[in-house]
DNA sequence: GCATTAACACAGA
DNA sequence: TCTGTGTTAATGC
């Protein structure tokens, strides 16, 4: 079952053969947006979908529990799997922040172009070893760690990958909720809550709804 | 003792 | 006024 919310597959045109970059694929077809939560597929998705701005989820369902896969920032790509064979039919992926913009080509149409493209070939492969090792990150960090632990070591991930650097500290902005982080630091909303405001009374970030301030985040590292 | 669940207050739409 | 979020207290494992 392939379900798309938002119809209209649109096909680049072009010789994209001698594309330098995956995103290249991407440029021709319209970006799209979505709000916080709306979904961009749910069961099987044959397309690949290049994150323009925002952060998107994919998740899994089974029986009544779902279990967050991975997330994925601007310039990434979702569903990459597509293209060395068929979705496993039970995954979603929404936006995951405010505002998400997406752009997305056929899993058959990226494939083609693969075909002769062996500098693509190894992004793709890069992209797929990145998720395997974010896979294999989130294994160790369920089985070694407690939940303070798992939640400071999101904050530190979360930095390095998308917070701007300002002087010795790091911004995050914007923030996500206590709720989404809890999702992916494998913990509830409230137990984040709590060692967000102990870390704020040690003194290592400074936070609000805006915005949120790393102080140090070296120390924050040694907590993990 | 740690983490989740429950309960409540508050802010923004 | 309603929904989502932040906070604190109670409960369970």
């Given amino acids: 079952m392939t379900v798309s919310i938002k119809e209209s597959v649109s096909l680049p045109v072009g010789d994209l053969s001698n594309a330098e970059s995956c995103t290249d694929l991407f440029q ?3 970006e799209l947006t979505y709000r916080r ?3 961009l597929f749910f069961g099987s998705s044959f397309e690949v979908y290049l994150v323009v701005r925002g952060i998107v989820r994919l998740s899994s369902w089974h029986g009544e529990k779902e279990l967050l896969e991975d997330y994925f ?11 060395l064979g068929p979705p496993p039919g039970n995954q979603v992926a929404a936006a995951m922040t ?6 997305r080509v056929s899993g058959a149409f990226f494939r083609r172009v693969l075909q002769s493209n062996g500098k693509l070939q190894r992004e793709v492969l890069a992209n797929l070893y990145a998720s395997l090792n974010r896979s294999r990150d989130r294994l160790y960090r369920y089985s070694l760690l407690n939940a303070r632990q798992r939640v400071i070591d999101f904050l530190v991930r979360y930095a390095e990958r998308s917070g701007r650097r300002v002087g010795y500290e790091h911004l995050i902005k914007p923030v996500p909720t206590h709720q989404e982080m809890g999702d992916i630091a494998g913990t509830a909303r409230q137990t984040v ?14 936070f609000n709804r805006r915005y949120l301030i790393i102080r140090d985040l070296g120390a924050l590292k040694e907590q993990v």
């Fill in 193 to 206: 809550n709590t060692v967000l405001n102990e870390l704020r009374a040690e003194g290592l970030v400074h």
């Fill in 28 to 30: 021709e077809v319209p």
């Fill in 37 to 39: 939560g709306e979904k």
């Fill in 98 to 103: 405010h505002r998400v913009a997406i752009r």
């Fill in 73 to 83: 920032h601007a310039g990434e790509l979702v569903n990459c799997g597509v293209l």
